[in-house]
């Protein structure tokens, strides 16, 4: 069934953008193509008419991947900037990869934006409404995200094969993430076994 939605599901990719015209058309080829290669995924669609930021927190956090898909649109949305804090959050605690999609934008103008850039235009106006502080933390996970190994589509490309890229990058971090976990039960062993050591010298010293 086509991105459903329980409690009880733990979506491994989750989908931040902004905009109809981006959901209905690359983001659309993006899922089809996520569901053609077994790869899970959300985005907010699923979620209830009228639930609060709150409850897409959680999903973020369910998540093991996110893909920012940054867009000239982007900056307009204070969810998805919102949510973009989250995102980066929980990549500094190590609990989520994040890959930035630059669809159409310049890396530069979305980690510093500007007047000089439509995405630095409407990150300006939306700014004017909010505190510093939460402009600050915006600015803050613009720049971190940005700093992060991303995928740039220019005007010119072909959707197609940079849909099959991000697939490809997905499927490669999937992997990594993967052999991390198979190790992780190793290394607490490794770290048991150590400290059993320890102990027994320290026993012939008492």
């Given at each position: 069934m086509r991105n459903a939605v329980s409690p009880f599901n733990v979506h491994q990719v989750?989908?931040?953008?902004?905009?109809e015209e981006l959901r209905y058309n690359f983001v659309s080829h993006l899922t089809?193509?996520?569901?053609?290669?077994?790869?899970k995924f959300f985005i907010d669609k699923n979620e209830q008419r009228g639930e609060d930021l709150k409850h897409i927190f959680v999903r973020i956090k369910e998540s093991r991947i996110a893909l920012a898909i940054f867009s000239p649109s982007y900056a307009e949305s204070k969810w998805c900037m919102d949510e973009l804090v989250m995102m980066n959050n929980l990549a500094d605690h190590g609990k989520l990869r994040v890959i930035p999609i630059f669809y159409k934008?310049?890396?530069?103008?979305?980690?510093?934006?500007?007047?000089?850039?439509e995405f630095g235009r409407n990150f300006q106006k939306l700014a004017e409404d909010f505190s510093k502080h939460q402009v600050k933390k915006w600015k803050k996970a613009l720049k971190r995200i940005c700093d992060k190994m991303g995928l740039p589509l220019e005007e010119k490309s072909s959707e197609s094969d940079f849909v099959d890229e991000i697939v490809k990058g997905v499927k490669k971090l999937e992997d990594a993430i993967g052999l991390?976990?198979?190790?992780?039960?190793?290394?607490?062993?490794?770290?048991?076994?150590?400290?059993?050591?320890?102990?027994?010298?320290?026993?012939?010293y008492i």
């Open positions: 989750f989908l931040n953008f902004r905009g089809d193509a996520f569901e053609r290669q077994g790869i934008v310049d890396a530069d103008d979305v980690r510093k934006p500007t007047l000089d850039s991390e976990e198979e190790e992780k039960p190793f290394s607490r062993e490794k770290i048991k076994r150590k400290a059993r050591n320890l102990n027994k010298r320290l026993r012939r």
